[in-house]
């Protein structure tokens, strides 16, 4: 199949899925769009996967917050206009297009990282928000990536709270708006399990402190997430 993909990839190019214009490889952003979106430099902060703004290990957003759960992170994009449209036609306007390219970035950055996991999970949407969406970005990014990277993808994570928007709300608002809004599920295949957690945007870090308290409550091993984007 992967001989056949080429071949046709030869004869038919494809069209890069975020600019529409220039032509591209396997489905992936063009050079010229990539230049656009920029992935976080060698120095990355190890509670959000951003850029690092100071001598210490964390940025100097992140020492605004409470100190983060989980072990280490990884981000794709640092956040400016065009990342900023990237999510926002993936998120809400069904671009799933852009899965293989934030699949593959996404592998290399783990594979980059050297650190073991032993499934991929992702943030879950509640059931009402779910249903008006009518998928979880999140969980099909993750499960993407699960494919690419050939580590097993499985849901463990509940969200039982409806929240309002985050958007809005200041950093204590954030905390006091996901305070118990996760629980996990299948406590028996967690306990002593490495796990990636997958989000789209960074902000404060409270939606996936909640989750990930909720993944180490139930004896998780450690916690690594990976968001798309870094604000």
């Known amino acids: 199949m992967k001989i056949i993909s080429q071949v046709l990839n030869y004869f038919i190019p494809e069209i890069c899925p975020y600019c529409q214009e220039n032509f591209t490889e396997n489905g992936l952003f063009c050079a010229e769009c990539l230049v656009k979106l920029p992935a976080p430099g060698q120095n ?10 100071l001598i210490l290990d964390i940025c100097s957003k ?3 917050e409470k100190p983060a759960p989980w072990s280490d992170a990884i981000c794709l994009f640092m956040m400016n206009s065009n990342v900023q449209h990237l999510v926002e036609q993936y998120k809400y306007n069904n671009k799933i297009e852009f899965l293989s390219q934030m699949a593959d970035s996404a592998s290399h950055k783990i594979q980059d990282s050297k650190i073991h996991f032993d499934c991929v999970t992702a943030i879950p949407l509640h059931f009402m928000k779910h249903l008006y969406r009518g998928y979880n970005q999140s969980a099909l990014l993750a499960k993407r990536i699960a494919i690419v990277t050939g580590i097993g993808y499985k849901n463990l994570l509940v969200r039982r709270k409806f929240t309002k928007t985050q ?4 950093g204590e608002e954030r905390h006091k708006n996901l305070k118990g809004a ?4 299948n406590k028996a295949f967690i306990e002593k399990k490495d796990i990636l957690l997958v ?20 004896g998780a091993n450690s916690v690594t997430i990976l968001v798309l984007a870094r604000r």
């Open 44 to 53: 990355i902060c190890k509670s959000c996967g951003g850029d690092l703004d």
């Open 62 to 64: 992140c020492m605004k």
């Open 167 to 170: 958007t809005r709300l200041s």
């Open 182 to 185: 996760f629980f996990s599920k």
């Open 199 to 218: 989000d789209d945007v960074f902000t404060t870090g409270s939606t996936l402190r909640s989750a990930s308290e909720a993944l180490l409550s139930s």
